[in-house]
């Protein structure tokens, strides 16, 4: 499984940062550390607790908490709920569930992601 690390600017309620995050696809939610979830949003509790399979075999990480932020990438203004994780090993990650939303594709041959720009324009019919 590849992924992609970018710099984004994440904005939450409280606060704004730039970090390093990765794009990907094999994580199914985005996630983000607690501290800095704390640092950018008022937690949220989850109606029930989420438990989710990592790589290591037979350890499971788990979310009490979420957060809704909006994040820039490249200066189009990307927005979605991110998982808040205790022992997550990056700061942020970019899953499968935001990049399908946004309809981003991952591009390894050239360590980009891809998006059109128009998918970040709210059009009313």
């Not at 990592?54 to 709920?81: C, H, M, P, Q, W």
Request: glycine residues 8%; charged residues 30%.
């Amino acid at each position: 499984m590849a992924v992609i690390e970018k710099t984004i600017k994440l904005r939450g309620s409280i606060g704004e940062v730039d970090e390093n995050a990765l794009f990907d696809s094999g994580s199914t939610y985005s996630c983000i550390q607690p501290a800095l979830a704390k640092k950018l949003a008022h937690l949220e509790p989850l109606p029930e607790v989420m438990k989710f399979g990592t790589v290591g075999e037979g350890y499971e990480l788990e979310a009490k908490d979420a957060i809704r932020l909006n994040f820039y990438l490249n200066g189009d203004r990307f927005s979605d709920e991110f998982m808040v994780i205790e022992g997550l090993s990056d700061k942020v990650i970019i899953g499968a569930k935001t990049l399908q939303s946004w309809r981003m594709k991952l591009d390894f041959e050239h360590d980009e992601v891809l998006y059109d720009p128009k998918v970040t324009k709210l059009r009313i019919v």
